[in-house]
């Protein structure tokens, strides 16, 4: 009876049900595990903010060396072209998205496709603001200019210098000559669409002495603004802000946030 008893109210725990690790409970373990790695791996954190799906701002980030023709090293951080275009046409064409912010951090890089980010960022519908944090050089001009409106961070720098080129040169007056016509290109493009001259432009990009063994000029910041070369000084809350008023001015609706 006292063995009948133990079986019927009370189980064994070898046999428990509850013992037994259920498979479906692994598995959620496991991708949660995995996707707690892939955070770690990419953003070297396990918690990131939440983007908003209803968000109506994308973020564009110009990063590290602007690749062109030729691709670079694996080391290097680059932002392609080729994945740029391709997400400009995409922000155009989706109705829900109505304002652009693009991040820049680049040292510059490819002048062909430097200028063509820049003439598409221009030619959006859609209101956008630049932002330059640590630093816009080179060909990142033009890009944080392209914008309806531009910002630098106070410690942030640019460097305007004339072009160049790496590689074999050959040694003819043409090859200057294309060297000047490109060169006027970017001249051109940054004074349309800042409010800067030429005159100004072209003096900060032949300026002696001011980098070591070098031609150009690296300002910094207020002196940007000073110049007329960007917009203001500021960060990201001034520049959402200001994204913000722009899609209100534009006929769009304010909503804070951004899409990734």
Request: contains cysteine.
């Amino acid at each position: 009876m006292s063995d009948n008893y133990q079986m019927e109210g009370s189980q064994d725990p070898q046999t428990s049900p509850g013992s037994e690790p259920d498979k479906g409970d692994q598995d959620k373990d496991k991708d949660q595990k995995s996707g707690l790695m892939e955070k770690i791996q990419q953003l070297g954190q396990t918690n990131v903010p939440q983007m908003s799906n209803d968000s109506n701002i994308h973020c564009l980030t110009i990063v590290g060396q602007i690749e062109g023709h030729m691709q670079l090293p694996p080391q290097n951080k680059t932002t392609k072209y080729e994945h740029v275009i391709p997400q400009l046409v995409a922000i155009e064409q989706n109705p829900k998205i109505e304002g652009v912010l693009v991040v820049l951090n680049t040292v510059g890089g490819d002048v062909e496709a430097g200028l063509a980010i820049s003439e598409m960022l221009a030619s959006l519908s859609k209101p956008s603001v630049s932002i330059v944090l640590g630093g816009g050089h080179s060909i990142g001009v033009p890009i944080a200019v392209s914008c309806d409106y531009s910002f630098i961070a106070g410690t942030a720098t640019m460097t305007i210098h004339p072009v160049r080129l790496t590689g074999l040169v050959i040694g003819v007056p043409q090859t200057f000559e294309y060297l000047d016509k490109m060169q006027e290109r970017v001249v051109n493009f940054v004074t349309k669409h800042s409010n800067i001259t030429e005159d100004d432009f072209k003096d900060l990009m032949f300026a002696k002495g001011n980098l070591t063994r070098d031609i150009g000029t690296n300002v910094v910041g207020h002196d940007a603004v000073n110049y007329g070369l960007i917009d203001g000084v500021g960060g990201v809350g001034e520049a959402i802000k200001k994204l913000n008023e722009l899609i209100s001015q534009n006929g769009g609706y304010k909503e804070e946030g951004m899409i990734q």
